[in-house]
């Protein structure tokens, strides 16, 4: 309803400035009206151009007063985070810096030099001082960012085998996410989706006669111990999907048919992100607006608090509950986690 | 004027217009190049219309998820029971917003317009190399909108994989109610209109080397001819291999072969597929799908630099950079791909090389946009709704070209990878940019168009509220995508993360529907202007390009006399020594006068 008054509202206004226009025009009849722009027009548009730079600087302030709390910009959970957090921090100064100068040159000029009869403009066409001088800057920014950005990259990207990273299986299907943890060999037991038996619960299509797999735990909430490097062998059984975990910069697509990667090293575990002060903050902010949207939450039969807790999300589009993938992820001290594995059972002891 | 060429030159050319013109040759099957223009133009209008009015009903569903609306019960029937939006048919029009705004509005609405309409004109041609072909093109456009359309009626749905159609999802009709009859339409309509597309592009590339008049060599020529030009080059290398991996497509959807599938379990069964790779798939796409971004923004780009010295009353500057640093894009364009890829699966080394080629193409981007800013320096701005659209175009493209810096960097991407940011990030720089070189251009050459001009208040007025909505739209997007919010969720209520965003996705989608309904100012005009607006003039902007020296009624072949000779290159604006602030093309040097070495 709220949405049919705004169009019905919007419908209204549009026609008002219409009317306008158009008694604006009649007013005109008699003088030399050639819809080319005169001074007038040009006087007008001109200061509408700096009204418009304002307009652009206000946003931005705006936006960065009521949004500007970024979760992917601090506050990172894994090693590699900081790393990430650093390089963004200083790719948006560069940005902001020269978008800040150069719409306020873009838009300054266009108002210093708004038209006027008997005026005549300078005859420039080429300088290639100035154009060599616009050529190089880039240049040298974006080689400064280009080495930064190659050296995190491969960072991230080259799993460090003698570190001995946890492995972890996370399977994607339409829609929900499993895990599936290596056990004490930390070598996972082989699968395919053509070994998949429904009735007998083996929805992994994990080879039951490969021994790796006997000590191999499904589930469908990942506990990670804090301090571990980890990584993730990543499977999807019918169309692509992207595991996203926002909180620690990480991401890959699951894409059925081959096992694709991605390693990091949780540093912040649950407990500890949901005391940090920017969090507490995000969250009392986050729940003062559920209880203002009370009713609604409890119809959908949702908890009405909110308490932070990482997540991993599908970021691929894969079908109509693309929107509602996802699976908890609790980071814990190597005991709870030791504690919380002993609990699942084992995946031979899983089946039927 | 000295420029005006009379209509006395007639010992040549005498078979211009000999043949009598009906109805259908004139207005439907035409073969000149002006209707055909005039057709891409309103097709692609009414495809335009379609667009933004599913992105306004996605926005909708976006800001306010669970109250019944009436629009989208009136508008969706089945697919919103009782109001309320079904998730199958929100990633539809997600879909289906996507693909008519890049390949049917900016692809063939811009392309397809103004290489028809300025390549003869300003080159100084009769017509296309081939009147035939282009008609073909044309018609191959409509007939490719009209399955489009009717792909929205399919009883199981349009297709929902996105506008990149990524299978598995887009080949099998178990993973998604759109990849059944709508997906097959999809597919034979985007198979059309790249037919359509490349007869399209040779016929310009060839015009453009074959059909020049005599004194245009290839540095004389406005940057508008350059860009088309390019563009058609992209165009003829990109465009086949998404027609391979369109065919390739369909032989996995309806033969059995594996090209991009194996290992597939669903719906309770193993599918036989197997040893193929989505990612294949992704490689064909992007291989298309990222010079598709140049396709749609070098138009633009010339149009823009056309229109900015015209109305800046100077000559562009920096003519042979801006040529230059339109190759460049052109090339580096086409290997970058992979930066669409990093986390697809490919290998990390990739990801290094394609952010490196990647970044590269800011070096020439940063080179016209600077350009640009130097030429309304110490310029006349003549403030004509065209110039305004200009103006924000350049502004638009900066705001969303600098965050390509982060985008294009593997590590960054990682995180901001399928957000809301790239969504602020690429609308800003190619769909809102290209949109208003789009509108730049009808504004500039409506009265080349119609004979008649637009009304300037009315555009004003279309500019003004377009500008702030397009801010106020696509802004705030890139900090809801630095909040990590995926993009193509039907709605964010189940993520109480994500609750704090709501509010702003609230004022996106009131922007957004004010945006959308101001450009009902547009069409009114566009329309109205076409009976009731006041004659042009001959040149009513008083610039130096060849089509201005056309009369205002079309006639076939363009020049009721000879072609007129070209003397000096296109941006003879306020040249020092002259009386006038512009001096045409087709008039001769003056005694002593030198041609600026350009």
Known sequence: MTALLTIIIVLFVAVALWQMVKIFDLAQVGTTNSQVADDHDNKINGYLMIGFLIFIYLITILSFWYLGDLPLMSNAAS???????????????????VQTL??????????????????????YADNTTLEF????????VLAGLIIYGLFTWNDIMNIDEDEDPMVIELYAQQFSWKARYSGADNVLGKANVRLIDIDRANVLGVDEDDPNAAD???????HLPVGKPVVFKMRSQDVLHSAYMPHFRAQMNCVPGMVTQFGFTPTITTADMRQSPDMVEKVK????????RKAEIEEAGQDLVYEFDYLLLCNKICGKSHYNMQMKIIVETQEEYDAWLKEQKTFPNSLN | MSATIDTHG??????????KETFITKYIFSIDHKMIAKQYLITGTIMGVIGVLMSIMFRMQIAWPEEPNLLFEAVLGKWAPGGVMDADIYLALVTIHGTIMVFFVLTAGLSGTFSNLLIPLQIGARDMASGFLNMVSYWLFFLSSVIMVISLFVEAGPAAAGWTIYPPLSALPMASGGSGMGMTLWLVSMAIFIASSLLGSLNYIVTVINLRTKGMSMTRLPLTIWAFFVTAVIGVISFPVLLSAALLLIMDRSFGTSFFLSDIFIQGEVLHYQGGSPVLFEHLFWFLGHPEVYIVILPAMGLVSEIMASNSRKPIFGYRAMIASILAIAFLSTIVWGHHMFISGMNPFLGSVFTFTTLLIAIPSAVKAFNWITTIWKGNLQMNPAMLFSIGFVSTFITGGLTGIILGDSALDINVHDTYFVIAHFHLVMGISALYGMFAGIYHWYPKMFGRMLNKNLGYLHFWITAVCAYGVFFPMHFIGMAGLPRRYYTNSNFPLFDDLANANVIITIFAIIGGVAQIVYLYNFFASMFFGKKAEQNPWKSTTLEWTTPVEHIHGNWPGAIPHVYRWSYDYSKPGHDVDFVPQ???LKEGEEELQH
């Not at chain 1, 090693?79 to 810096?97: A, Q, R, Y």
């Not at chain 1, 040159?105 to 300078?122: C, D, N, S, V, W």
């Open chain 1, 102 to 123: 150069t719409q306020f040159i873009l838009h300054y000029f266009a108002y210093k030099y708004r038209g006027e009869k008997g005026k005549k403009a300078l005859f």
């Open chain 2, 586 to 588: 087709n008039v001769p």
């Open chain 2, 10 to 19: 007639h010992e040549e050319d005498h078979d211009v217009h000999h043949h």
């Open chain 1, 285 to 292: 902010n986050i729940n003062a607006l559920r209880l203002e």
């Open chain 1, 79 to 97: 090693e590699h985070g900081v790393e990430v957090d650093n390089l963004m921090i200083i790719s948006m100064v560069v940005i902001f810096i």
């Open chain 1, 133 to 140: 001088i616009w050529t190089v800057i880039p240049v040298i």
């Open chain 1, 216 to 222: 191999d735990v499904i589930v469908t909430e990942l």
